[in-house]
């Protein structure tokens, strides 16, 4: 479970504080012989207090506004005390101490914990020579400075919490990518295994029952099913139960069949899938080619499947065309083109009249 402060609340709770300061400093002005420098730092207090507190997209404060906040921190000490006196007992006069702590305290919870160390630490030194070692207790400037370290301390354990909650959330991500990738690892072999003793058990069977002395016939089928096999791995998504009979169908009837899946398909639907592989279980079962060689079109095409089937023939090896040459060997100078087939990867949508 997480829980969280909402931002305004914060916000709201340091405006209070800061709005605390002023009306002692207010109540406080009958002390001073001339006000004015006092209202001035009052004035400049709410200036730099809503300047800090004013929401922005940045947690870390600006630069330029940390030193203008320090730079307050330094000339209000300076002027307030010019109107007092150290040795009388000044009271509420000295708003500026709590002020200046609240402050910095707000810089330091911005990220800029340097310039809050800079602002108490000019207070402390400053009370120290105006009021002497005795007076500081009584300025209040230790407060000031104890809330500044405790803000610079949970600032400084926020910021390393957050950093080890994203590299604990990246380390999980990792470790769940890792994960589905040894599921999909051990499913797909697992798939394999299944498919594969699906197509060879029967025939291993046979050579246990007959002690591996096959027929001819029986050897034939073994070299069927050790192309079948092979089909599971370079065929991939080429391949459904459709496909595989006619693809069998095609072996037995003594043509070489080539599949090579290139991952042209990977990003199609199982609705494309289904309409190409209907579309090339219908062409093997209609053709009586001696060679035939099916492969994905890779590259984003708008084929995604090319089938072609070679036979003996008396034409020339022009009749192959271009396309066709890259998939015929040497030796197949003599063969025509007896089937040609290029599957889009979708069938456009015919507009209703």
Known sequence: MRVSVPRWLIVLLAAVFSGYHLVLAAVSLDRFDDPWPVVACMVVYVVVTVMVLWPSGRARMPVWLAAFALAVSVVMPLLVTSQLDPSQKNGYATWYVAAIGTLMVIVATRRRQGFAWL??????????????????????????????????????????AGRETREFILAEHEAADWQAAQEAHVNERQYRLLQTSRTARPMLQEIVAQGGDLTPEQRQECLHLEGAIRDEIRGRRLLDDDVRREVMAARRRGAVVSLLDEGGIDDLDARELRRIHQALAEALHGSSADRIIIRTASGGGDDAVTVVGLGSADLSSSALGRGVAAEADEDDDGDEVQLWLQIPR????????
């Open 119 to 160: 602002g108490v630490g000019f207070m402390a030194v400053h009370g120290v020579t105006w009021g002497g070692l005795g007076a500081v207790a009584d300025l209040g400037v230790v407060g000031s400075v104890s809330w500044v370290a405790f803000a610079h301390a949970m600032t400084a354990t926020l910021t390393r």
């Open 346 to 353: 979708s069938v456009p949508e015919q507009a209703t009249p």
